[in-house]
């Protein structure tokens, strides 16, 4: 990641990524480009996606959002998840931003991979809504879920290769290997 160098306001951010043709996220008054992805990333979301899309169905309360949509906390930041999933209603009046996600999904890319682990999940965790984050690898099967046990705790489960996964803030089970479908060898 690679910031633009000197501090601007939420309010700029947010006027300057409405006129933007790439995306950028916002740390606290620090703007950084979102670089383009792979194919694998972008098969790995897709996968994911399509796992909620048909568990959630047409009748759930609950939204999913793919990467062009912003979660934020107060004037702290701004990511674009590659996948999260929100339940609450108050979600449902701005189209651009999202305040109260359950589950927030990151696909890793190796040139952000500490960050994802890190500083995002620390900011993340401010989210009071905010029940899982989950990382999937690129270089292998593996799916890294943090779920929140306690408002301060918690707990890491890591599934690989032929295991069941299990988002238990939307109670989804899927095959890991189901998330790998149709990836390209590296």
Known sequence: MVAIPHYISPEEYLALERQSSIRHEYQRGLVYAMAGGTDNHERIAFNLLKLIDNHLGDSSDCR??????????ADEF???????????????ENRYIKRYPKLITEVLSPSIEAFDHGDKFKDYQQLDSLEEYVLISQESQRVEC?????SDVWQTVVYE?????????IGLEF??????RGLDAT
């Open 161 to 169: 290769g032929s295991d069941l996964a299990m988002l238990t803030s």
């Open 64 to 73: 999913f959002h793919a990467g062009n949509v912003k979660v934020n906390y």
């Open 146 to 150: 943090r779920r929140r046990i306690a």
């Open 175 to 180: 095959s890991v290997a189901d998330l790998y």
């Open 78 to 92: 701004y990511y674009y998840p590659d996948a999260f999933v929100t339940c609450d209603p108050r979600d449902r």
